[in-house]
């Protein structure tokens, strides 16, 4: 079955960019019918939905986000990786990747489904 | 910004019934997803689309939706349920998780 696993560095200093990756593993991302997603949760905090990327490198953001985030795909390595700057230790939090199910017409998503599969989570830490 | 509201905590007694509820203004129209989390691990699917429970799921863990709440329920609850659960919709493009609810069994 389809596995996902995040890696990336677990410290960042203030103002730089964090990068992360999510191998995809029992599964191709280059075959359709799903989003890749990126979720954050802050310590002791509740889950945060930070953005996908889905058809061949597009992507949708959160809002409160979307100014710092970039979401990419590598379908060579069957992956796709998360960069977000100008970080403060307001983003440190566990990241994880999770995939949704979606139904693409003519380009556009018509029905998004859950998460239903996650990673198990990288720790990530924003301090000096 | 959409919200999904949910209590901060419930608790039940081993072997009762519990329900959590989830409400947001737009969730008539939404489809709702149900996670719950324990300690130190991801978040796993429990209910999906109102009402639907994955394949895995114990058939005493149900969804249910009216108007804009929809409410988790546990029957014959046990301490393996003690988790965080959380409600998520989809508006527009945007994924809104709740808050939260941590359940504690007595």
């Known amino acids: 079955q389809v596995q996902l696993q995040e890696s990336g560095s677990g410290l960042v200093r203030p103002s730089q960019t964090l990068s992360l990756t999510c191998a995809v593993s029992?599964?191709?991302?280059?075959?359709?019918?799903?989003?890749w997603n990126w979720i954050r949760q802050s310590p002791g905090k509740g889950l945060e939905w930070i953005g996908y990327?889905?058809?061949?490198?597009?992507?949708h953001y959160n809002p409160s986000l979307k100014s710092r985030v970039t979401i990419s795909e590598d379908r060579a390595k069957n992956q796709f990786s998360l960069k977000l700057n100008s970080v403060t230790a307001a983003d440190t939090a566990v990241y994880y990747c999770?995939?949704?199910?979606?139904?693409?017409?003519?380009?556009?998503?018509?029905?998004?489904?859950?998460?239903?599969?996650w990673g198990r989570g990288t720790m990530v830490t924003v301090s000096s | 910004s959409y919200e999904l509201t949910q209590p901060p905590s419930v608790s039940v007694s081993p072997g009762q019934t519990v329900s959590i509820s989830c409400s947001g203004d737009?969730?008539?129209?939404?489809?709702v997803y149900w996670y719950q989390q324990k300690p130190g691990q991801s978040p796993l699917l429990v209910i999906r689309?109102?009402?639907e429970r994955p394949s895995g799921i114990p058939e005493r863990i149900s969804g249910s939706k009216s108007g804009n709440t929809a409410t988790l329920t546990i029957s014959g609850t046990q301490a393996m349920d003690e988790a965080d659960y959380y409600c998520?919709?989809?508006?527009?493009?945007?994924?809104?998780f709740g808050g939260g609810t941590k359940l504690i069994v007595l």
């Open positions: 029992g599964g191709s991302i280059s075959g359709g019918g799903f989003s």
């Open positions: 998520q919709a989809w508006d527009r493009s945007t994924a809104v």
């Open positions: 999770a995939r949704v199910s979606i139904t693409l017409v003519w380009g556009v998503i018509t029905h998004r489904d859950a998460f239903d599969i």
């Open positions: 990327v889905y058809d061949s490198g597009r992507t």
């Open positions: 737009r969730l008539e129209d939404q489809f």
């Open positions: 689309q109102n009402n």
